[in-house]
């Protein structure tokens, strides 16, 4: 389960690293804001819709289109590359879909536990489009955390940024390794698990390139565990992504222990 606490973590150490540092940015110069404006009328059609039976659903021919807009890549990411100026911007569309992710996946009635293993079934479409959507914007942060290194002088070097760096990714990575999980539900539909297995094969090369051997390979072994039960369109997809993140060299962000 991806915590509020992790990526609170990303928030807090993202703005140590970037103190005093500016770069030209490649996500849109309102995508955050348009995240959050997205992101705002999402939650107050979550809250209208207590008390019903489920949360706002992709089905739903008016939900559906205020839903479609927190998903909207060209408006929210934009396009690569992606620099350290990106990073605030970036992290703060991964933390307000990562809170999408948790409302579907947490969603109960009358503050009975929730039933996780059920939500992830029912509410797959919206949980499988913000995964997706989080993969690509993990990919576009890793991007940008390497770009950061890349950049940073002698003097900049400093024990507090690298910590930082090393905090950023592990809540990136925890992301990541939701996939496999994801992928792994035995109640997901093929197109669904087509869009989460080609959002991996789409961006492995970031992702390859912002995380350590040790992770590359923990991915490689879950995701090699799934492949016999997907459908060979996904299991394609999968393999693709294990294939470039086996062959990707380890440079920068990747060497970062």
Same mark, same amino acid.
């Given at each position: 389960m991806i915590t509020m606490r992790s990526i609170a973590r990303l928030a807090a150490m993202g703005g140590l690293c970037l103190l005093g540092l500016a770069a030209r940015a490649e996500v849109p110069p309102n995508g955050s804001a348009y995240m959050d404006a /997205?992101? @705002?009328?999402?939650?107050?059609?979550?809250? /209208?819709?207590? !008390?019903? /039976?489920?949360?706002?659903r992709l089905a739903d021919p008016v939900e559906g289109k205020v839903l479609a807009d927190v998903w909207d890549v060209p408006a929210i990411l !934009?396009?690569?590359?992606?620099?350290? /100026?990106? #990073?605030?911007a970036l992290?703060? #569309?991964?933390?307000k879909q990562t809170r999408i992710l948790q409302?579907?996946?947490?969603?109960? &009635?009358?503050?009975?536990?929730?039933?996780? @293993?059920?939500?992830v079934v029912e509410f797959q479409d919206e949980l499988t489009r913000t995964h997706a959507f989080l993969l690509k914007a993990v990919a576009a942060s890793l991007q940008a955390i390497n770009s950061f290194g890349a950049h940073l002088q002698?003097?900049?070097?400093?024990?507090a940024r690298f910590q930082g760096i090393r905090q950023?990714?592990? !809540?990136?990575l925890e992301i990541v390794a939701g996939a496999p999980l994801a992928l792994r539900n035995p109640g997901l539909t093929p197109p669904n698990q087509l869009m989460l297995a080609r959002s991996l094969a789409e961006n492995a090369a970031d992702i390859a390139a912002g995380i350590a051997p040790a992770d590359?390979? @923990? &991915?490689?072994?879950? &995701?090699?565990a799934i492949q016999p039960a997907l459908k060979p369109d996904a299991k394609k997809a999968v393999g693709e992504f294990i294939q470039t993140i086996s062959a990707a060299a380890c440079e920068g962000l990747c060497r970062l222990n």
């Amino acid at each position: 389960m991806i915590t509020m606490r992790s990526i609170a973590r990303l928030a807090a150490m993202g703005g140590l690293c970037l103190l005093g540092l500016a770069a030209r940015a490649e996500v849109p110069p309102n995508g955050s804001a348009y995240m959050d404006a /997205a992101f @705002a009328s999402v939650e107050s059609m979550i809250k /209208a819709s207590e !008390g019903r /039976a489920s949360p706002p659903r992709l089905a739903d021919p008016v939900e559906g289109k205020v839903l479609a807009d927190v998903w909207d890549v060209p408006a929210i990411l !934009g396009k690569k590359p992606y620099t350290d /100026a990106d #990073i605030p911007a970036l992290l703060n #569309i991964v933390q307000k879909q990562t809170r999408i992710l948790q409302t579907y996946t947490l969603f109960s &009635l009358n503050r009975k536990p929730p039933d996780t @293993a059920k939500n992830v079934v029912e509410f797959q479409d919206e949980l499988t489009r913000t995964h997706a959507f989080l993969l690509k914007a993990v990919a576009a942060s890793l991007q940008a955390i390497n770009s950061f290194g890349a950049h940073l002088q002698v003097d900049e070097k400093t024990d507090a940024r690298f910590q930082g760096i090393r905090q950023m990714r592990l !809540g990136l990575l925890e992301i990541v390794a939701g996939a496999p999980l994801a992928l792994r539900n035995p109640g997901l539909t093929p197109p669904n698990q087509l869009m989460l297995a080609r959002s991996l094969a789409e961006n492995a090369a970031d992702i390859a390139a912002g995380i350590a051997p040790a992770d590359r390979q @923990a &991915l490689v072994t879950s &995701l090699q565990a799934i492949q016999p039960a997907l459908k060979p369109d996904a299991k394609k997809a999968v393999g693709e992504f294990i294939q470039t993140i086996s062959a990707a060299a380890c440079e920068g962000l990747c060497r970062l222990n």
